[in-house]
């Protein structure tokens, strides 16, 4: 009876170890700009990676192409004053590819275009573009 009580608390102390080691680990270029907000994004949408600052001990590496048109005040106004809301036309759009750090095949690769209708925050902008592509990229973890 002993022996079985110790087995199940060994493994219930070292499951936790177990399911981290097994966690794949993603490298994001600290130089790119989008790669802070694709981090958080990742936390905030509970995507199961860890994020490691050397690539020689990655799983994954993200790649990002980054589009921005920064809106008009003018066409804001004007659609304002025509349909009622704020629309500065404004937009972000962003092409992530994951690639197989050890194979360099794609495994993954996803575009998301965030239009901003009622502000001029491109930080919030980003943000959006980030977490659809953290969720996506989730969805199609495996």
């Not at 008009?72 to 066409?75: G, L, N, P, T």
């Not at 704020?86 to 590819?97: G, I, K, L």
């Given at each position: 009876m002993h022996v079985r009580s110790l087995v199940v608390t060994v493994l219930l102390l070292t499951l936790p170890t177990l399911l981290l080691a097994q966690q794949r680990k993603i490298y994001l270029d600290p130089d790119d700009e989008f790669s802070s907000y694709f981090s958080a994004a990742l936390q905030k949408?509970?995507?199961p990676v860890t994020i490691t600052t050397d690539p020689a001990q990655a799983d994954f590496t993200a790649q990002f192409q980054v589009k921005d048109k920064n809106g008009?005040?003018?066409?804001g106004l004007l659609a304002?004053?025509?349909a009622g809301n704020?629309?500065?036309?404004?937009?972000?759009?962003?092409?992530?590819?994951i690639v197989n750090a050890k194979t360099k095949d794609v495994t993954f690769s996803y575009t998301c275009k965030k239009t901003s209708q009622y502000m001029d925050d491109s930080s919030g902008l980003a943000s959006s573009v980030a977490e659809c592509l953290a969720k996506h990229w989730k969805d199609n973890l495996h």
């Open positions: 949408k509970k995507v008009s005040v003018v066409k304002s004053l025509g704020y629309d500065n036309r404004s937009f972000s759009t962003v092409v992530m590819t």
